[in-house]
């Protein structure tokens, strides 16, 4: 009896040390997952963990939220590895079934279900929030299947053109326009991908277009070349701005636009982080994250005249290598391509706008579509005291300095008990050398011209450069939509420092919690901030670093 005694026990210690190893390995690999930023090593991870739950199903008990958490995991990998696949097909021309792409809305549905599983099972409050973000723009997503069954040409085909935009020269919508590449969609493949320089439709523009006043003031410096379409972009509100956009291709001899697309060099950097380095066959150069801009400018700009086809060969290169290979490579998951995407959508370096209204209604909810928003409070704290503010800088020297200005923005906000008070200062440091060497270094000096949209109703007290007051002639002074817009010129030389400095004075409606919407300007990549709030007899100080639009209350 003894002898049996012992053995169970030897056995059921064995069971237990089995399942102890078991649990610590997949909470090893777990632990691992959350903290990797490879995706083949996550998905290696969660594989394992699942084979190691499956073998020893019947005799361990694994928490519900591991089982739920590597699961909802999985899903989601093959789920982006599959609108990968989809797209790599679409890219290469292959036509695709309308039946794939339901599937996919199959897939995503039954993904949400197991998202909102394991959000029943978790306790950490940041991981909480950001699951219900994800499973709010699922919500909104899964509506659109007959939307983007219009969008991506299964009804007629669609006629799609990307903007390219140079945020080394910063423009109002992100970037100054050099190039562009259009498509067709129809069903669900790409058809007749090219490139071009912008320069072509534009010199097919005929007749005079008058040009906004700061562009004939500051960029034709009093003459009268013209609006053209490479400065189209004059309206920061995107899905407004896109209006003027589209009337100049038109104009150029560019069929009707069903979607538009702005791309700034950043996403393009982040993609090509992704292959790097990226071997060019036709120029004999392999280019990097680190180069690709240099490289870029000296195969685009350097030595570029009106009629040479040198920018629209090198793009057509360079942007086709760059797709096919991040499709062919198998290592490349469908995980990376959407953190990048969504990542520059978030901080809006890509903007999209199209005519398919259900579709251009979730771009703007998602806040994808660039435009400038009503100010409204924020769904936590409705009965707010709103207030809005967006800065935008036009390099109207386009001199591509934008490469090396550093920023650093603050603002003083004083509740008083009519108004909003706010000091804004704002400080930049111009790394470009005075006299730059082309194609080894741009820039030189910083002619900036400066928008801030605020509340309608708004009134400018007084704007500084450098300590000194500028003129009010000098400030233009407008209405745009339920905004009240002022501007001004500023020029920082290669090697310098230079503050401005704006105070003006909001409407004060309403008494409640103080949220101020501070809106990002695309084409820029951070912004340090730091937001002091003064009311009563209470300060709250914010420093922040500003990547995407975001509410900044007390």
Same mark, same amino acid.
């Given at each position: 009896?003894?002898?049996?005694?012992?053995?169970?026990?030897?056995?059921?210690?064995?069971?237990?040390?089995? +399942?102890?190893?078991?649990?610590?390995?997949?909470?090893?690999?777990?632990?691992?997952?959350?903290?990797?930023?490879?995706?083949?090593?996550?998905?290696?991870?969660?594989?394992?963990?699942?084979?190691?739950?499956?073998?020893?199903?019947?005799?361990?008990?694994?928490?519900?939220?591991?089982?739920?958490?590597?699961?909802?995991?999985?899903?989601?990998?093959?789920?982006?590895?599959?609108?990968?696949?989809?797209?790599?097909?679409?890219?290469?021309?292959?036509?695709?079934?309308?039946?794939?792409?339901?599937?996919?809305?199959?897939?995503?549905?039954?993904?949400?279900?197991?998202?909102?599983?394991?959000?029943?099972?978790?306790?950490?409050?940041?991981?909480?929030?950001?699951?219900?973000?994800?499973?709010?723009?699922?919500?909104?997503?899964?509506?659109?299947?007959?939307?983007?069954?219009?969008?991506?040409?299964?009804?007629?085909?669609?006629?799609?053109?990307?903007?390219?935009?140079?945020?080394?020269?910063?423009?109002?919508?992100?970037?100054?326009?050099?190039?562009?590449?259009?498509?067709?969609?129809?069903?669900?493949?790409?058809?007749?991908?090219?490139?071009?320089?912008?320069?072509?439709?534009?010199?097919?523009?005929?007749?005079?277009?008058?040009?906004?006043?700061?562009?004939?003031?500051?960029?034709?410096?009093?003459?009268?070349?013209?609006?053209?379409?490479?400065?189209?972009?004059?309206?920061?509100?995107?899905?407004?701005?896109?209006?003027?956009?589209?009337?100049?291709?038109?104009?150029?001899?560019?069929?009707?636009?069903?979607?538009?697309?702005?791309?700034?060099?950043?996403?393009?950097?982040?993609?090509?982080?992704?292959?790097?380095?990226?071997?060019?066959?036709?120029? %004999?150069?392999?280019?990097?994250?680190?180069?690709?801009?240099?490289?870029?400018?000296?195969?685009?700009?350097?030595?570029?005249?009106?009629?040479?086809?040198?920018?629209?060969?090198?793009?057509?290169?360079?942007?086709?290598?760059?797709?096919?290979?991040?499709?062919?490579?198998?290592?490349?998951?469908?995980?990376?391509?959407?953190?990048?995407?969504?990542?520059?959508?978030?901080?809006?370096?890509?903007?999209?706008?199209?005519?398919?209204?259900?579709?251009? %209604?979730?771009?703007?909810?998602?806040?994808?579509?660039?435009?400038?928003? +009503?100010?409204?409070?924020?769904?936590?704290?409705?009965?707010?005291?709103?207030?809005?503010?967006?800065?935008?800088?036009?390099?109207?020297?386009?001199?591509?300095?934008?490469?090396?200005?550093?920023?650093?923005?603050?603002?003083?906000?004083?509740?008083?008990?009519?108004?909003?008070?706010? /000091?804004?200062?704002?400080?930049?440091?111009?790394?470009?050398? %005075?006299?730059?060497?082309?194609?080894?270094?741009?820039?030189?000096?910083?002619?900036?011209?400066?928008?801030?949209?605020?509340?309608?109703?708004?009134?400018?007290?007084?704007?500084?450069?450098?300590?000194?007051?500028?003129?009010?002639?000098?400030?233009?002074?407008?209405?745009?939509?339920?905004?009240?817009?002022?501007?001004?010129?500023?020029?920082?030389?290669?090697?310098?420092?230079?503050?401005?400095?704006?105070?003006?004075?909001?409407?004060?409606?309403?008494?409640?919690?103080?949220?101020?919407?501070?809106?990002? +300007?695309?084409?820029?990549?951070?912004?340090?901030?730091?937001?002091?709030? /003064?009311?009563?007899?209470?300060?709250?100080?914010?420093?922040?670093?500003?990547?995407?639009?975001?509410?900044?209350?007390?």
């Amino acid at each position: 009896m003894k002898k049996i005694r012992n053995i169970c026990l030897i056995m059921c210690g064995t069971w237990l040390l089995l +399942q102890v190893i078991l649990l610590g390995t997949a909470g090893y690999l777990v632990s691992k997952t959350l903290s990797s930023k490879s995706i083949p090593e996550i998905t290696h991870n969660l594989q394992t963990t699942q084979s190691i739950m499956d073998w020893s199903e019947r005799g361990i008990y694994y928490p519900p939220i591991l089982r739920s958490g590597v699961t909802t995991g999985l899903s989601a990998i093959n789920l982006l590895n599959d609108i990968k696949s989809v797209g790599t097909a679409s890219l290469a021309g292959t036509e695709t079934e309308w039946q794939t792409i339901e599937s996919l809305f199959g897939k995503t549905e039954q993904f949400q279900k197991q998202l909102r599983v394991l959000q029943t099972r978790l306790t950490l409050p940041d991981l909480i929030v950001r699951i219900n973000q994800v499973d709010s723009i699922i919500s909104q997503v899964l509506p659109l299947k007959n939307s983007l069954k219009d969008t991506l040409g299964f009804n007629g085909k669609k006629h799609v053109v990307v903007l390219t935009q140079n945020n080394m020269e910063l423009w109002p919508t992100g970037g100054y326009l050099g190039s562009y590449a259009e498509f067709y969609l129809e069903n669900g493949a790409v058809k007749n991908l090219s490139f071009q320089d912008i320069g072509v439709p534009n010199g097919q523009v005929k007749g005079y277009v008058k040009a906004p006043e700061p562009i004939s003031k500051y960029v034709h410096l009093g003459g009268t070349p013209g609006w053209r379409l490479r400065e189209s972009n004059w309206n920061p509100d995107f899905p407004e701005g896109a209006k003027a956009i589209e009337w100049f291709f038109k104009e150029g001899n560019v069929k009707p636009i069903d979607t538009l697309v702005a791309i700034n060099l950043i996403p393009v950097a982040d993609l090509l982080e992704l292959v790097e380095p990226l071997s060019i066959d036709d120029y %004999a150069i392999s280019i990097t994250k680190a180069n690709f801009y240099l490289e870029t400018q000296k195969h685009t700009s350097y030595a570029f005249f009106d009629g040479s086809t040198q920018k629209r060969d090198f793009l057509s290169s360079f942007g086709k290598r760059l797709l096919e290979t991040l499709m062919s490579r198998s290592q490349i998951s469908g995980v990376d391509m959407a953190r990048v995407i969504s990542t520059n959508l978030q901080n809006k370096q890509i903007l999209v706008t199209t005519k398919e209204p259900q579709l251009a %209604a979730f771009l703007h909810t998602a806040g994808w579509d660039g435009s400038l928003d +009503q100010p409204t409070c924020p769904d936590e704290n409705p009965n707010c005291l709103a207030d809005y503010l967006h800065i935008n800088e036009t390099n109207v020297g386009i001199n591509k300095t934008n490469c090396c200005i550093d920023r650093n923005l603050s603002d003083e906000i004083e509740i008083l008990p009519t108004v909003i008070r706010h /000091h804004i200062t704002m400080t930049y440091t111009n790394h470009n050398p %005075a006299k730059p060497k082309p194609p080894l270094t741009w820039g030189g000096g910083y002619k900036a011209y400066e928008r801030l949209y605020v509340p309608i109703g708004s009134t400018l007290v007084s704007v500084t450069e450098n300590g000194k007051a500028i003129a009010d002639n000098l400030i233009d002074k407008s209405i745009y939509a339920d905004k009240q817009v002022f501007g001004f010129l500023g020029l920082i030389e290669g090697g310098l420092t230079g503050t401005y400095e704006v105070v003006y004075d909001v409407p004060k409606s309403g008494s409640g919690t103080y949220q101020l919407r501070l809106v990002k +300007q695309s084409g820029i990549d951070v912004v340090p901030w730091t937001i002091t709030i /003064h009311r009563d007899t209470n300060n709250s100080v914010r420093p922040i670093l500003l990547r995407q639009d975001r509410w900044i209350g007390e």
